[in-house]
């Protein structure tokens, strides 16, 4: 099992997304079904997938994140601890663990983009290498075809 995953999300509005992993295998998900496919070709469909914590779906889409202290949540923010801006401006934010105070999470928030780039905890970390809001022509045909196979 490797140590970390890499790969190209697509996201669309409205739970729409797909997710490449370098690999092998890419994850369809939509309000109405998913379908994994895995790299050795085996297909696997079911209902909507729910992104993991540790899932690049998690840091764009704020009900997937698990941080807001929320019931089953980890990670709520520390507000002892300020928002301190970094030196491209985005926010450094320090999470504190709803169970075990002792640990710590940081994520750094992307403001204009409303979105973290990276989240860290004791045990995981997830990161957005590549972030892009637009698609080219070939992959909005590629995102609709596949999601009208659904």
Request: proline share 8%; hydrophobic share 35%; aromatic share 4%.
């Amino acid at each position: 099992m490797p140590a970390g995953e890499t790969g190209t999300l697509r996201h669309l509005a409205t739970e729409r997304w797909i997710l490449d992993v370098d690999h092998g295998g890419r994850t369809v998900s939509t309000p109405h079904g998913s379908r994994y496919t895995g790299p050795e070709g085996n297909v696997r469909t079911g209902p909507p997938v729910t992104p993991s914590f540790t899932s690049p779906v998690a840091l764009l889409r704020p009900r997937h994140r698990g941080i807001d202290g929320g019931h089953g949540h980890d990670w709520a923010l520390d507000h002892s601890v300020p928002l301190t801006e970094t030196a491209d401006g985005s926010l450094r934010a320090v999470f504190g663990h709803t169970e075990n105070p002792a640990y710590q999470a940081e994520a750094t928030i992307h403001p204009a983009l409303h979105c973290i780039l990276v989240m860290r905890t004791p045990a995981w970390t997830a990161e957005l290498l590549d972030l892009r809001t637009t698609l080219s022509e070939t992959e909005l045909k590629e995102m609709e075809k596949i999601l009208n196979e659904l």
